[in-house]
């Protein structure tokens, strides 16, 4: 899973993020509470705006919890064990995969 994130855009809504990660509102509402490293600012109306920072760590704890099949607990204590180098981990994991979908597109137009 990977999501663009915009080098304009400061902050994204929870129906933006909901979409991107192709999950409901409600998981990332109930992420939000379950995990202390998303702090996403509440606008005046008290909906969720998400930082690029929030959405790192939504990407990593979506990571855990849904493609290597982390329990919230399991999840929450590794990131509290080792969350700089879990963080560095899944960003080389991510531009890896970046680096294949490249050289699958050049071998095709070849």
């Known amino acids: 899973m990977h999501i663009e994130l915009s080098k ?25 509470t379950e995990f202390d490293i998303l702090k996403p600012k509440k606008n005046a109306k008290g ?5 690029p920072e929030d959405i790192t760590n939504l990407q990593l704890i979506f ?12 999840a929450k204590t590794h990131l509290k064990e080792g969350q700089k180098k879990t963080l560095d981990k899944f960003e080389i ?3 890896l ?4 979908t490249h050289l699958t597109n050049i071998k095709n137009q070849l």
């Open 63 to 74: 990571h855990l919890v849904k493609e290597r099949g982390f329990t919230l607990e399991g």
């Open 8 to 32: 304009d855009k400061r902050y994204y809504s929870i129906g933006e993020v909901a979409k991107a990660f192709d999950v409901n509102a409600s998981l990332i509402r109930f992420w939000d």
């Open 93 to 95: 994991i991510r531009k």
């Open 97 to 100: 995969e970046t680096i294949r």
């Open 47 to 51: 909906n969720r705006m998400f930082t």
